[in-house]
């Protein structure tokens, strides 16, 4: 398991996303990722959902984030 943020944030995209995150600059990544962990520490729902499946909150958040597409 990738152990910075932007591969942990990578790892939970379906590979559609991944390939369109990964062709961004490393900056953009970053951000990303970022909003990402902010959408998984502040969202009670994945909490729960964290609790029953880590990898199920990380995907919701991922997703979460890039369909808003800015943090």
């Given amino acids: 398991m990738p152990a910075d943020s932007v591969g942990r944030f990578l790892a939970a995209l379906d590979p559609?996303?991944?390939k369109v995150v990964s062709a961004k600059?490393?900056?953009e990544q970053e951000r990303l990722a970022a909003a990402w962990e902010r959408e998984l520490e502040s969202d009670a729902e994945l909490d729960t959902l964290d609790e029953l499946s880590p990898p199920a909150a990380?995907?919701?958040a991922?997703?979460?984030v890039m369909d808003?597409?800015?943090d």
């Fill in 58 to 60: 990380e995907a919701e």
């Fill in 25 to 27: 600059p490393r900056d």
């Fill in 68 to 70: 808003r597409g800015t």
């Fill in 16 to 18: 559609d996303q991944r």
């Fill in 62 to 64: 991922a997703r979460r």
